[in-house]
């Protein structure tokens, strides 16, 4: 039997401001209607957003208008051919799948965004409780403004080719073999027109004196950023045996992984095709670019915005520079991994009672780790033996220079890349997790009216990561280059968990052995009662702490130290909600 298949689907994931649907189609330009002045053809209506240091002084107003002004629709095409054989012992299942898997940035330019302060109004000395940010709208004092300016709409795509068998194998009367194998090549993201720029690290930098680390282009140095992965080879083993007519033994193994859907669609490595034009300095006297009073505006929007004079697509390798940087890690090609494996009892105990006791496990690893995703610029976490000098001007310890013309911190001069600020990418791979459970299940069947399911499990789970996806731990990630030390119980961790369903039919009326028969037993004839109950233990203690340095070794987090292996848990009572009560080794 052969069985072919074809899917597709498209989500538009439309984001656009009715302005920009009406404008787009007509040509109208609302910034010429409403006299602002600035060298983009925008559809849009500019955006107005309202600030202050008190909420009475215009802070609540939010924002006027809605920059959407594109789609990014993202879709899939799946094929799938199938061939089941019945050949003796053998049920063979064989085929082929292909994915393809796209997403398409429809943007257009914008007309800006404008933020209005309290504070440009407020009277001099008295910034927190004078001014208001309505009134800074209606004379034009801008406090802070930007224009993305767009000139690239990226198409984004990756595929996935996959070969499978499966053999259910008969081997006798009393026992089956289940073997297969599965064999997925996914390819890395890429740009249908190979528009697409990443961090190369061995590229020297000519504007940091040659340091290796540099921008660099698809289009110049090659048209992938990773190798497509061939190493994907998922087999799997199982077994059922009817050791008598009450018992029954099961038990397998397989691998699987995780598919690339989510794998970089909102990285979209495009630095060098699309800018932006933001306004930083403030205006002073004679319009130095310094302020001369904290109270003056960025400009006023009465004036021409500044005009954008870069030129688009630019290929400068060294324009990130003291910027943030995105980096394509080829090794982000291999997708997380989980391995399953079980083995288990299914017996009659009696009276019309099945129960099944089974030991489950499972390891991940490639998992990903969200957290870990802009700490690629970290620095190592012996620099720390150098204390406060790590916080020093690097002209106070020249022997840290790590080019000529490098300026910053020590901190920063020890970082992998101290020409740029942060390095991030679109996923990380390096975690792992691990679960083991004994699970009990006993179902009895109707009898004396009464029939139950209950479920123990009795488990622990440990990982650096929580998932394969894009779940992550919400505080732990504390070193870049020791993933070991987040290793501990998950968010999901909870060691007893302890099910129970149960229907009891009342004895009453014609099938019961009470008032079977008159009105009676109309009236209380079928009724039943039931339950669906579950125990189960507490969740993982979370303990987080804050204040720490972040640009000594730029680590994206830190957790507390235990300063006593005696950890108690009090019973507290009464909570204090004025002064707090503690509970963590309370006194």
Known sequence: LNHLALGYNRFQNANDAFTWLEDFNDGRDWASELGLQNDQEGFTFPTAAFSAHQEVLGGFYGQFAHAGRGQSPTGSTVVSDDVSWLKGNHNLRFGTELRWYYHNNQGSQENGSYRFHSENTAQPGFINETGFSLASWMMGEVYSAGMGIQRTNQGLRTKLFALYVQDDWKVS?????????????????????????????????????GFPGALGFLEVDGNRWAETNKKQFAPRIGFAWSASDTVVVRGGYGINYSPSIRDGWYTTYSAGFNGSNPIINRVGAE???????????????????????????????????????SFYDPNTNRQ???????????????????VEVNYVGNH????NEPRYLSALNQSQASNLALGDTLLDDI???????????????VGRALRPFPQFNTVNTHRQNGSWSNYNALQVQATKRSAFGLSFLTSYTWSKTLGTSDTAGPGAYSYYAQDFYNRAADYGTSSYHYPHDLKLTWIYDLPFGPQGSVFTDGAAAYIMGGWQLS????????????????GYVSDAIFNPGIRPDIVSED?????VGELDPINGTQYLNPS
């Open 287 to 325: 319009g130095l670019p310094d302020p001369r009073f904290r109270e003056d505006p960025v400009f006023n929007w009465d004036s021409a915005y500044p005009a954008y004079t870069d030129t688009l697509p630019n290929t400068d390798p060294t324009q990130r520079n003291g910027q943030t940087i």
């Open 173 to 209: 009367p009393t026992f089956t073999l289940n073997l297969g194998l599965r064999w997925d090549v996914p390819t890395p993201l890429y740009e249908k027109y190979n528009r697409m720029s990443s961090l190369v690290r061995q590229l020297p930098n000519s504007g940091a004196s």
């Open 531 to 546: 339950a669906i109950m579950r125990y189960r233990s507490g969740g993982p203690l979370r303990v987080t702490t804050g």
């Open 364 to 367: 991940g690893d490639y998992l």
């Open 395 to 409: 002209s106070m310890h020249p022997e840290y220079t790590p080019y000529a013309g490098f300026e910053g911190t």
């Open 336 to 354: 997380p991994r989980v391995q399953n494996w079980n083995i288990g009892v299914q017996f009659d105990a009696g009276w019309d009672t099945r």
């Open 567 to 571: 950890q108690t848990v009090s019973n």
